[in-house]
């Protein structure tokens, strides 16, 4: 089953609200603070990905997605996407600093490699 099934999308109204919101806000959020790039921590769907990309579209998003499964249904939606790239494996996530957290989605402004 489609993991927004189980949230956006639910037949549950008490589930569909509370996961509509919480994107709502996570979105919000991320935008206000004018970030260069995000990196959504264990992404599932990868939803929030592509509605931040639609909002900004001169973001570099990265959404790690440990489950397989997920990743793949994440992956085929996320190739739409130029600035979007989706991570199964940990140690691809770039070396980059991130300084907000919300939700597991992190927001990060300069990278500190060396």
């Known amino acids: 089953m489609d993991y927004n099934d189980y949230t956006l999308n ?3 109204l008490i589930k569909r609200f ?3 919101t919480r994107y709502g806000i ?4 991320c935008l206000e603070n004018n970030p260069i ?9 990868a ?8 909002h900004n579209s001169a973001l570099i998003i990265y959404g790690y997605e440990p489950i397989l ?3 793949q249904q ?11 790239k989706l991570i199964q494996n940990i140690d691809e996530i770039p070396k980059l600093f991130f300084v907000n957290l919300e939700h597991l989605i992190l927001l ?7």
Do not use: F, P, V
């Not at 996570?26 to 959020?29: G, T, V, W």
């Not at 790039?37 to 769907?45: A, E, F, Q």
């Not at 085929?76 to 600035?83: G, L, R, T």
């Open 74 to 84: 994440a992956k085929n939606e996320a190739e739409k996407y130029a600035n979007i």
């Open 108 to 114: 990060g402004y300069w990278a500190y490699r060396k």
């Open 10 to 12: 639910s037949k549950s």
């Open 69 to 71: 499964e997920m990743y």
């Open 26 to 29: 996570a979105l919000k959020l």
């Open 18 to 20: 509370t996961h509509r």
């Open 47 to 54: 939803h929030i990905l592509y509605e931040l990309s639609k």
């Open 37 to 45: 790039t995000i990196l959504d921590y264990g992404t599932g769907s």
